[in-house]
């Protein structure tokens, strides 16, 4: 997985509620909160100082609509917001809102949002074309949905290389980017590593069997 770390701007009324999300953030890997506000005024002038990677917006402001601000700004967002009507959720998801959890919630929850989403901009990153099965399978890490992946182990193969982009990965973390099981990254990567398509590296750590880890042919 990529080293970047995603900011975060939280946008909650409640300074209590908002203080709860920004440490759920804070305590995911990868992530780090960019600012907590209060108002929409509040958070354009933040965006305007510093545009963050993603928002966790509610619904109900003081100064207005938490689901415009999602659609004016373009930035990438999960609505946390106590309103469960069908048709808000609609409007959030027609708004752009790339998630909708209920309050309350679970940190489990939100910290499950939180990895979909980093592993949703891992696939998604950097400026080359997308092939429909990186598309269908950053939709499906975003969603939580068993990815629809190819049935050839050819197709399997590449997702795995692709994630070898990024550089060394455990068998874990590839699984994880290319939105396989752990097992079949890990028979798919010993295959390939003996046919010298991929290398294997072990790393030692202060106790226990050595981690394998894997990356592209130089």
Do not use: C
Not at 108 to 124: E, M
Not at 129 to 141: E, F, V, Y
Not at 149 to 169: H, K
């Amino acid at each position: 997985m990529t080293d970047r770390t995603w900011s975060v701007l939280v946008v909650d009324d409640d300074f209590r509620v908002a203080g709860i999300h920004a440490e759920m953030v804070d305590s995911a890997p990868g992530f780090t909160v960019q600012n907590s506000v209060r108002t929409i005024a509040e958070a354009q002038d933040a965006i305007k100082s510093f545009p963050p990677d993603l928002m966790l917006v509610d619904v109900f402001l003081p100064d207005g609509d938490g689901i415009e601000l999602v659609h004016h700004t373009g930035i990438d967002a999960i609505i946390l917001s106590a309103a469960d009507e069908a048709a808000t959720v609609r409007r959030a998801m027609r708004a752009g809102a790339l998630g909708y959890l209920l309050k309350p919630f679970q940190r489990a929850q939100l910290l499950d949002r939180l990895d979909r989403y980093a592993r949703y901009r891992h696939v998604v990153e950097g400026k080359r074309g997308l092939r429909q099965d990186k598309i269908d399978q950053a939709m499906s890490i975003l969603h939580g949905a068993a990815p629809t992946l190819p049935v050839s182990s050819s197709s399997t193969e590449q997702l795995l290389l692709d994630a070898l982009e990024s550089g060394e990965l455990s068998a874990a973390e590839a699984a994880g980017i290319a939105g396989v099981s752990r097992e079949t990254a890990q028979r798919r990567l010993a295959t390939m590593a003996s046919q010298g398509v991929v290398q294997i590296r072990l790393r030692y750590g202060a106790a226990g069997r050595p981690e394998h880890l894997y990356s592209k042919m130089s």
